[in-house]
């Protein structure tokens, strides 16, 4: 890949990430079931979400409650892969290095992918409650695709990164510096005097 190509794969990234950030709020992270009696239709379920905590019991209706807001460090994550977008793009449509563009995609990577390690430790810290052991927790689509959204932020981090490295001059690799020069990098013309016959 060129580039050029590369310059807009990177808010490419940045975008998907954006999408699945905002599309996992909306959908659950994680379902807990634990089983209340002897029969397998005697199960009380709870369904983590961004908002809020779902309950369902046994010929009750469904009942939810305000939870941890896991939403809001989404939202902040969000916002900032908003602006790393906004950025990325700009850069690439002037072929013009960006220090911010950089900057921003690397703390929105980095700001999302803690976002996520929270939810994940407060969704797993249900795994070692002291209940019983007919207690079961799954990861639902949510948490899915908020892994996925934390895979591209970081792709596009790296890439971002790396396309700046491409960009260095040739002089900064050695064996290009002095290969077929007869002047050095430094500007200094060098003389180089033939052997002395004795």
Do not use: K, N
Not at 43 to 53: H, I, K, M, Q, Y
Not at 160 to 187: E, I, K, N, V
Request: proline share 8%; aromatic share 8%.
């Amino acid at each position: 890949m060129d580039r050029r190509g590369l310059a807009f794969f990177v808010p490419v990234l940045v975008v998907l990430a954006l999408a699945l950030t905002v599309l996992a709020t909306f959908l659950p992270f994680f379902l807990t079931e634990q089983l209340l009696g002897a029969s397998d239709d005697e199960v009380a379920r709870s369904v983590l979400r961004a908002w809020r905590v779902d309950y369902s019991f046994p010929g009750q209706a469904e009942l939810s409650s305000p939870s941890v807001p896991l939403g809001f460090p989404l939202l902040l994550a969000s916002a900032i892969l908003l602006a790393a977008a906004v950025l990325g793009i700009r850069q690439a449509a002037t072929r013009r290095p960006s220090p911010a563009a950089r900057r921003t995609t690397l703390a929105g990577a980095a700001f999302l992918a803690g976002s996520v390690c929270t939810i994940g430790m407060h969704g797993a810290s249900r795994l070692f409650d002291d209940r019983p052991a007919q207690v079961d927790t799954t990861v639902l689509a949510g948490m899915w695709l908020l892994l996925a959204a934390v895979l591209a932020a970081a792709g596009a981090a790296v890439l971002s990164h790396r396309r700046f490295a491409a960009g260095r001059p040739g002089w900064a690799d050695p064996a290009l510096a002095f290969a077929d020069t007869t002047t050095p990098p430094s500007g200094v013309a060098i003389t180089v005097l033939p052997p002395e016959d004795d």
